[in-house]
């Protein structure tokens, strides 16, 4: 079977990203040609949710418990066969949605955005280093070479999200790489490009960076224990 833009869900965990959600709901839009389900799980206190209503989200409300929560919810939350998996700031590429879904049209489950291929100069110069540490790690844990284990632009056949128990937070970007990895479904890392986010960031760079390296280490050893 030979996947559309019908049978492609669009998700993604918001909060308080009014000044880059009408930019991405609207890409999205343009590029699928309003074809694609849009999910957000929101847990914002400004205009984040009513914007993506009135671009045709599906918004899911509640509590902000985190990214990996949120992101979490709106996976399972997908009704269509095919789910990518984006942030609402306006840094991934939207036009990389049909090179994604012909990639898993050529039988990949994964494809997986790799915003360090192209440099991401946009990305701050210390997450650029920690994100290159970070695949370095998980690239020796796991034995096979790995470029952007925190990407937030994935596309994954549904089965792949169902038949996985994800359990990280913060670090469940890597996560999301490495548990299908490990188990055998084939993964293809895609360059993409990636720009200045809009909006300010919410992720404390000290904290955020030890939460995903503790999941870049934790993943693959319980997958090796399995």
């Not at 590029?31 to 914007?51: L, Q, W």
């Not at 997908?78 to 306006?90: H, K, N």
């Not at 790489?177 to 200045?196: C, F, K, N, S, T």
Request: aromatic share 8%; proline share 4%; net charge negative.
């Amino acid at each position: 079977m030979e996947y559309t833009f019908d049978d492609l869900s669009v998700v993604m965990g918001t909060y308080n990203e009014e000044a880059a959600i009408g930019t991405v709901l609207d890409d999205i839009d343009r590029v699928t040609d309003g074809r694609a389900e849009v999910v957000c799980v929101d847990g914002s206190d400004d205009r984040t949710p009513e914007i993506a209503r009135e671009h045709g989200a599906r918004v899911i409300e509640q509590e902000p418990r985190g990214y990996g929560y949120a992101v979490r919810k709106a996976l399972t939350a997908a009704s269509r066969p095919v789910i990518v998996t984006t942030d609402c700031d306006d840094t991934y590429p939207m036009d990389a949605l049909p090179r994604f879904l012909d990639l898993v049209n050529e039988g990949y489950d994964v494809v997986s955005g790799d915003r360090l291929y192209r440099g991401a100069d946009a990305m701050p110069a210390f997450n650029r280093l920690g994100n290159h540490a970070f695949a370095v790690i998980a690239s020796l844990l796991m034995g096979e070479r790995v470029h952007d284990t925190t990407t937030g632009m994935r596309a994954y056949r549904e089965e792949v999200i169902s038949n996985i128990r994800w359990t990280e937070n913060t670090g469940l970007s890597a996560e999301l790489l490495i548990r299908p990895l490990m188990r055998g479904y084939d993964v293809y890392e895609q360059p993409i490009g990636y720009a200045e986010r809009a909006g300010d960031t919410k992720l404390d760079p000290f904290a955020g960076g030890y939460a995903i390296l503790k999941s870049v280490v934790k993943v693959p050893l319980e997958e090796r224990l399995r």
